[in-house]
């Protein structure tokens, strides 16, 4: 056989197979299309969210400048409910910085329902529970701040050491001086509690 002739067969076996195949061929190039077009669209409203999301932190933000305090406290508390993994943490660092909520139950409640968001990597929640801690001192409730922080403390987070330091300081204002030492030895020890 020459090789004009195996073109010839190849091309007839390939056409063959293809008019026997061809219901087949159809469902499989429609089921390539729909995921394609389900993909860009999951996509396409991923990304409106995430735009609707900063465009209310945005007027949240002009709002508080403005002076419109209750308008821009609503939304805020919006975009912390939407579980967003830049916009919700920042909605509630403007609540507090602004003094825009006077409810610690709330406050913390904000910080917990953050804290559950699994799309924040670990690092990002360590410093969010560091953060949480030094509100919690504020509100001088010393079991709710060692809670807080012990997951940061037994890691091996970058934030461990100031996890620790911030504990240390807050017993050695409570003279707790027992205590302080007890959590300044694991800095001292390099191990974790």
Not at 42 to 60: G, M, V
């Amino acid at each position: 056989m020459t090789n004009e002739t195996l073109k010839v067969n190849f091309l007839a076996s390939a056409i063959n197979f293809a008019k026997k195949k061809i219901k087949l061929l159809i469902l499989l190039l429609v089921f390539i299309l729909i995921f394609l077009f389900s993909y860009l669209l999951y996509e396409n409203f991923k990304n409106s969210a995430n735009i609707q999301i900063a465009e209310k932190y945005t007027r949240a933000s002009i709002l508080i400048k403005q002076k419109k305090i209750e308008e821009g406290k609503i939304l805020l508390e919006a975009v912390i409910k939407k579980n967003h993994q830049f916009y919700s943490p920042l909605s509630l660092y403007l609540i507090i910085d602004n003094d825009l909520e006077t409810d610690n139950k709330k406050i913390i409640s904000f910080f917990d329902q953050i804290l559950k968001n699994n799309s924040i990597s670990n690092e990002n929640l360590n410093l969010i529970k560091i953060k949480k801690a030094i509100y919690l001192i504020n509100t001088d409730d010393e079991k709710m701040i060692i809670k807080t922080l012990n997951p940061v403390i037994n890691s091996n987070s970058a934030w461990r050491e100031i996890a620790i330091n911030l504990i240390t300081d807050y017993f050695l204002s409570k003279d707790q001086k027992i205590k302080a030492e007890e959590y300044n030895q694991l800095l001292k020890n390099k191990t974790k509690k």
